[in-house]
Structures are given as structure tokens and as C-alpha cells.
């Protein structure tokens, strides 16, 4: 079975940007739609953001709506996941996940990284 592989997470201010990016060696992800996920001490995984495998469609959760936009590379088996406005609520361990269902959800990937961390500063 194939890990994604996160990376692009740290430390930022509020209102600052980061690109987070998701690597899946032998995984064709033309084949996979893709998600983020991301959890916060205390809470529980939720989702963040996806992309079906053709792009077609996409879907975010409301507390990121015009401030992340999710995107894929097929020729690099890479989706990204571009941060914007980041407010502190948005820290949390980033995760990214494969999976042949639609619509994306927590419990229905089959393939997840081991996260990467982003903290955001007030």
C-alpha cells in the first residue's frame, strides 16, 4: 500500500500564506480523488478539501472558503493545498488522503500521509 507523503507546513503569522503539498510515489493520482484533512489538539479530523480525480469538481469546508484552494499535478502524482488569510484557528496537523469514493470523506480514504504540522501565530 502507497503513504502519501506530506510537506510545507510551519510556522506562520496570521493573515500569511503557505502552499502545503502531498507526494504519492507509485500512486497514480489521475486514478484518486484527493483530500485534506487536518486535526487540532482536543478535536477530531475533519475535512478541510478535495478534488476529484479529473479536477472537474472540488469541495471545501465552509471555514476555509475563499481562502484555500485545492489543486493536483497528475504528472507529478502532487495536490496541493494553497493556505491564504491563514487565521490561528487553522493550526493544526495537515493531513492529505487518497480514495476512490465521491464525495470525499474522514472515514471513506484509503490512503493517508502522516500529516504535516502548520501553526498560525495571532
Known amino acids: 500500500q502507497v503513504q502519501p507523503v506530506e510537506s510545507g507546513g510551519g510556522l506562520v503569522q496570521a493573515g500569511g500564506s503557505l502552499r502545503l503539498s502531498c507526494a504519492a510515489s507509485g500512486l497514480t493520482f489521475s486514478s484518486y480523488n484527493m483530500g485534506w484533512f487536518r486535526q487540532a489538539p482536543g478535536k477530531e479530523r475533519e475535512f478541510v478539501a478535495s478534488i476529484e480525480w479529473s479536477g472537474a469538481f472540488t469541495s471545501y469546508a465552509d471555514a476555509v472558503k475563499g481562502r484555500f484552494a485545492i489543486s493536483g499535478d497528475n504528472a507529478k502524482n502532487t495536490v496541493y493545498l494553497q493556505m491564504n488569510r491563514l487565521k490561528p484557528e487553522d493550526t493544526a496537523v495537515y493531513y492529505c488522503?487518497?480514495?476512490?469514493?465521491?464525495?470525499?470523506?474522514?472515514?471513506?480514504?484509503?490512503?493517508w500521509g502522516k500529516g504535516t504540522l502548520v501553526t498560525v501565530s495571532s
Open positions: 488522503a487518497a480514495g476512490r469514493r465521491w464525495p470525499v470523506t474522514r472515514d471513506g480514504m484509503d490512503y
